[in-house]
């Protein structure tokens, strides 16, 4: 049994997809497996990553018959996940070497917190751009004013994501299953903490920026008004759920410019 299972949901990523893996295959921990599911590609996503799954025994390869979205395809990596913890990873993005050993040996040595996770590089068409902060352990008020977990760089005990079900799956969720998934893991009693050094790197070019959508903003708005109720936190916060659609409403060029701000 491996001692990590890797989820990637795997969506149109044909042409960073094979460095994404590559980056997986460089780890210096290598007990893991890769379970990719594919989910309705219009490209040859899911031919690249049929290729990797024939050529490295530890790749496994899911298909959705249809485009599903990011919350299911991650849910049915689950259902076939054998690690005794989960590690996220995006098909566009790069795991630094050491990530998986720092993340592995955290929770090891930390058996309190269920989720670790670490700053990110920011990266684009023209390079690093910008690099985020740690956090250490994340206090429930940490979550007010945005998801203060990285998602794509965490690495989560598989007994957190069975006791709240995986990720949600209405229809309000999509772009915002993360968000989601720390708040229900939080009610629960699971903590999380945010390593000081980064060891992911995140691509968010214009490809990046065009997927977001405003109905992304809504639902993030609808997320963090059901999340604050479920942590119970202070009414005076309930503002900061209106602050998804405020930024959806910007110009673009202003909302690219404070997006690049706030990393």
């Not at 050529?55 to 689950?78: A, D, Q, S």
């Not at 690690?83 to 993005?93: F, K, N, P, T």
């Not at 309000?172 to 939080?186: C, G, N, P, S, T």
């Not at 999340?227 to 060029?253: E, Q, T, W």
Request: charged letters at 25%.
């Amino acid at each position: 049994m491996p001692k990590v299972s890797v989820i990637m949901g795997i969506y149109n990523c044909a042409s960073t997809l094979q460095e994404a893996l590559d980056s997986l295959y460089a780890q210096t921990f290598q007990d893991f497996e890769i379970i990719l599911c594919e989910d309705g590609s219009t490209d040859n996503t899911y031919e690249l990553a049929l290729k990797n799954s024939m050529e490295h025994p530890n790749v496994v390869l899911l298909r959705n018959e249809r485009n599903l979205g990011l919350n299911i395809t991650l849910n049915n990596c689950l259902a076939v996940a054998k690690g005794e913890y989960i590690a996220r990873m995006d098909g566009d993005d790069i795991s630094l070497p050491e990530r998986f050993e720092k993340e592995v040996g955290f929770l090891d040595a930390h058996p309190e917190y269920a989720i670790v996770s670490c700053p990110m590089i920011y990266f684009d068409e023209s390079g690093e751009f910008m690099r985020g902060k740690g956090k250490g352990e994340i206090a429930k008020s940490d979550f007010i004013k945005g998801s203060p977990i990285p998602h794509a760089s965490c690495m989560v005990r598989k007994e957190a994501f069975d006791s709240v079900g995986g990720y949600g799956v209405g229809r309000r969720l999509l772009r915002v299953e993360d968000y989601h998934l720390w708040f229900k893991m939080y009610a629960a009693g699971f903590k999380a903490f945010v390593l000081s050094k980064p060891y992911y790197a995140m691509r968010d070019d214009r490809n990046a920026i065009k997927r977001r959508k405003f109905r992304n903003n809504l639902n993030e708005a609808c997320v963090r008004f059901a999340g604050y109720r479920l942590l119970g936190l202070p009414v005076s916060s309930y503002v900061y759920a209106l602050r998804p659609i405020a930024v959806g409403l910007l110009p673009r060029f202003v909302y690219v410019r404070l997006h690049r701000r706030g990393k």
